[in-house]
């Protein structure tokens, strides 16, 4: 057997091609033998990512009975159970199970992300073996197999390129470049990043053209897109900030109300000597009436609303929480290419000998005009800008489409902006190319970095277009193109030139020409020789941003979110790209190899600066997010690439794009944009907000609901008095006001200024101390009016039944008329928009009234819950103090508002979160 190569995914790209064969114990000509290969993949294994170990779906099952809400829920149920109230207590326990359902189901989906990475790698591939060209499934690849690569073949391993004719690998998806990059076989930089490793070609991209052949470094976990497997399975998720003070407030409650309960039951039974039995029961009754049971179902579909309404806005919501993690959104990571940007080419800027024009419109459709010093032109009257148009239009191989409205292009996506050029500048691209036809071409080689082709008019004219890169374009003119005609080249001016636009991010494209007799029909390279080409002009192209994706970031920084941009691009492009947006690169762009060496701690404190990332790798993008976090912000990570799959799932809310996104991106993320429209995300923050205003008002009103039952029971107990409430009326007044009342809360429209206020603070309690002051004060009017009414009537002497059901209707009245104080939770409601502006909250009360009516006079429920018709002289006194209440609740929101109280304890949006200097501008 022979001596087993290491996979070493470290240098391959800075060593010779033979070298790495040599250690690899391969040959370039002839490849492994089939005995050699067969070892190997003994050694190595199949070539294929590993599948993460998961939870069987019983124990995904049992885990999401794992939290504190749903215990409390149980321990009401088991409360109800111990009085054989077994409705109830299968009305909770339903309540439970819905809830496990719906977390079972939506974590079941989230899994997906690692298989739909294994998805990407190629099925087949082309080898060497023995020195023979065979096709072999994918997963039997090995170190040391030599592969051949053709256009349209999906990279089936990471490969060392030691062969490469025109090669253009679309790396997207691991490096967000928005163009194929250019491949060749020449040691590159040891410290260089992913996307500069140019004489590699890595599993799961794409070959866009050209052939190549490479030695196998790396197969399965071991390739790129293996580790970033690797780190999606190891990246930690965290909890949403809603759920985990949900949860720190469970934790209170419970602790709250078994002392409660505790301290009742010893006092009643040992001060007040009531019966054990009796004592239990008023304590079981106290614990009944403390726990909100219907919390997480209000909780629960208060979320889904706010999904229904995202998914209105072209946010699709994967998993209920990440809606109101959107309203807590501090800072938003984007990737660029495609998300903030078209991921089309457009050309901007042409410079010829004398102007720099500039072109308007964007992507491929030929929509914009010509432009100099903002006066418009006729790019037809300029002889050097047509004749440079044209020589891009020939020198081509792009095609344009038009389907449904939309235009397509086909090709190279610098020659598809060439092709749209030309028909912004009035040109018909068939019937141009038909009046001059090629005869010949050069096709673009990486290694010459140039295309020509040879074309004849109908009237005897022979000539050459050349375009490529400008610095070779320069060593290969002796003239430019004026007005007055050919003159020498002035190739210092043309330097000053190209740097000037090369400043603004644009990618350079020159092109030449060269006259040439009727007679040539045939192209060869010393037709370009000799410095024999005409200089014309050079073509500015870049991905330029989504118009929405401007407005969008602008809504950002009004509503105090920090808009961060990370891509894999180069430095320059991703300044001039953020500069466009409205993003300010006012600490620079930072770039992968400085991310990279910089410590954790550095990058934390560098992260709080930088708002404008290039040549970022995954792991690189893994690190930002976490970086951030550390600094107690809340991030959502836009992406679309498999690169953006670690982060996404890292980051508190990922956001994948629907449409141009890969399936392992959408996998690893909460919410998927439907129209890939960064400016849904600001919509989708909206409704985040208007999720948590809405829970937060169902608990400011449940609280108290339930705190006036606790307190009017332990009233009674202190007092040594007869219990106003019992336990199975006590959950009657539970089940119809969660079921009701507050469930009217969640459907609550937008309140105004949503979007002017900072965002939430993560460390923000749910318990907040104005909150804590409303449940008091609104607990003790509750509480007053309930045991003060209960009170009374026991004075005249009336039966108990009659007393408690008076009692039960004055506090199902108070919560009523405190319904209408919770819709604005510091805004007067005492208007017409208060009062009638919700369907749902009169649908609400409508159907409050008729359960009580029945609770109050139908025989049956009389019967099952100890209730007596009562008369008109009781309901005046319960409407007369849900008016009272009412009136109190309105007057202390006016005192408040008068201090200048902020409820949201936010403010307005200011400077930016995490940066107290800077202010929107």
Request: glycine share 8%; aromatic share 6%.
């Amino acid at each position: 057997m022979e001596d087993q190569p290491e996979q070493s995914p470290s240098n391959w790209h800075a060593r010779e091609a033979r070298d790495v064969a040599d250690e690899l114990k391969s040959h370039t000509d002839h490849g492994l033998s089939q005995d050699q290969a067969g070892e190997r993949l003994q050694q190595h294994g199949p070539n294929r990512l590993p599948e993460a170990e998961q939870a069987g779906p019983l124990k995904r099952f049992l885990l999401q009975f794992h939290n504190v809400l749903i215990y409390i829920l149980i321990a009401a149920a088991v409360g109800t159970a111990l009085l054989d109230h077994w409705l109830d207590t299968w009305v909770i326990l339903g309540v439970v199970l819905i809830n496990a359902i719906i977390g079972f189901v939506q974590e079941g989906k989230a899994e997906k992300a690692l298989d739909a990475i294994r998805d990407m790698l190629s099925p087949q591939a082309v080898v060497l073996r023995d020195g023979q060209r065979r096709t072999i499934p994918a997963e039997e690849l090995v170190p040391g197999d030599i592969v051949l690569l053709n256009a349209g073949d999906r990279v089936p391993a990471d490969l060392r390129l030691f062969s490469v004719h025109n090669l253009r690998v679309d790396e997207a998806v691991l490096t967000g470049e928005s163009l194929p990059a250019d491949k060749e076989t020449k040691p590159g930089p040891e410290n260089s990043d992913l996307g500069d490793r140019r004489n590699m070609a890595f599993s799961g991209t794409m070959v866009a053209y050209g052939q190549g052949r490479g030695v196998v470094v790396a197969t399965a976990e071991r390739t790129e897109i293996g580790h970033i497997t690797t780190m999606l399975g190891e990246v930690e998720k965290l909890t949403t900030p809603l759920l985990a003070q949900i949860a720190q407030f469970g934790r209170w409650l419970s602790v709250g109300i078994v002392g409660l309960a505790g301290a009742t039951f010893a006092f009643g039974y040992w001060v007040r000597d009531y019966a054990l039995v009796e004592t239990f029961l008023a304590a079981v009754s106290l614990a009944v009436a403390a726990i909100p049971e219907g919390l997480p179902a209000i909780m629960t579909i208060t979320l889904a609303i706010g999904v229904q309404r995202m998914a209105m806005r072209n946010a699709i919501i994967r998993r209920l929480p990440a809606v109101e993690t959107l309203g807590s959104v501090t800072t938003i990571c984007s990737d660029k290419t495609g998300t903030l940007t078209r991921n089309e080419m457009t050309v901007r800027t042409i410079v010829t000998t004398t102007s720099v024009t500039s072109v308007s419109g964007t992507g491929y459709a030929p929509d914009g005009g010509f432009s100099r010093d903002e006066a418009e032109i006729d790019p037809q009257e300029d002889a050097v800008l047509s004749r440079a148009i044209h020589a891009g239009l020939l020198c081509n191989d792009a095609e344009l489409h038009q389907r449904d409205g939309e235009w397509f292009m086909e090709g190279a996506p610098t020659e598809g902006a060439l092709v749209t050029l030309a028909a912004k500048a009035g040109l018909d691209p068939a019937s141009h190319r038909a009046e001059h036809p090629r005869a010949d071409v050069i096709p673009f080689d990486s290694a010459y970095k140039y295309m020509a082709s040879l074309h004849h008019d109908h009237h005897g004219n022979g000539s050459i277009f050349v375009k490529g890169a400008p610095e070779k374009l320069l060593t290969m003119c002796g003239k430019e193109l004026g007005p007055e005609g050919e003159r020498p080249l002035d190739e210092r001016a043309w330097r000053e030139r190209i740097d000037a636009i090369a400043r603004g991010g644009q990618r350079l494209l020159a092109v030449a020409i060269r006259s040439t007799d009727a007679s040539q029909t045939a192209l060869q390279d010393s037709d370009l020789e000799d410095q024999r080409l005409t200089l014309v002009g050079i073509f500015g192209i870049i991905d330029p941003p989504r118009d929405e994706a401007i407005e969008a970031v602008r809504k950002c920084r009004e509503a105090g979110i920090r808009v961060k941009m990370i891509t894999g691009d180069h430095a320059v492009t991703a300044k001039a790209i953020a500069a466009e947006l409205g993003i300010r690169a006012r600490g620079g762009a930072m770039e992968g190899q400085q991310i990279q060496a910089a410590s954790d701690e550095e990058l934390r404190r560098q992260v709080r600066d930088v708002d404008v990332f290039s040549r970022a790798t995954p792991e690189h993008k893994l690190r930002l997010v976490t970086a951030i976090q550390a600094n107690g912000q809340v991030v959502a990570m836009t992406g679309d690439g498999v690169n953006d799959a670690p982060a996404l799932k890292r980051a508190d809310v990922g956001v994948a794009m629907g449409i141009k996104g890969t399936e392992a991106s959408r996998e690893a993320s909460e919410m998927v944009l439907a129209d890939d429209n960064f400016a849904s995300i600001a919509n989708a923050v909206e409704e985040g907000r208007t999720v948590y205003d809405n829970l937060k008002k169902a608990i400011l009103f449940l609280l108290p609901t339930n705190g006036g039952q606790a307190f009017t029971i332990v009233a009674a107990i202190l007092l040594g008095l007869t219990l106003p409430l019992t336990p199975v009326q006590v959950l009657w007044v539970n089940m119809v006001t969660a079921v009701t009342l507050a469930l009217a809360l969640a459907f609550e429209p937008t309140e105004p200024g949503v979007m002017q206020r900072r965002p939430r603070p993560p460390g923000t309690p749910l318990l907040s101390g104005f909150l804590l002051w409303r449940v008091a004060f609104v607990s003790v009017l509750l509480v007053a009016g309930t045991f003060g009414h209960f009170l009374w009537l026991e004075h005249q002497g009336v039966p108990d039944d009659f007393a408690r059901t008076v009692a039960i209707n004055t506090l199902v009245m108070g919560q009523l008329f405190f319904l209408f104080n919770s819709r604005y939770i510091l805004e007067p409601v005492f208007n017409r928009a208060g009062l009638l502006g919700s369907r749902a909250v009169l649908i609400a009360v409508a159907v409050l009234i008729l359960l009580q009516g029945l609770f109050t006079y139908a025989p049956p429920l009389q019967f099952l819950f100890g209730t007596a018709a009562i008369g008109l002289e009781e309901w005046l006194r319960i409407l007369a103090f849900g008016v009272i209440l009412f009136v109190l609740v309105e007057i202390e929101k006016t005192i408040l508002r008068r201090r200048g109280f902020d409820p949201h304890g936010q403010g307005r949006s200011g400077a930016e979160p995490g940066n107290d200097q800077a202010a929107p501008e």
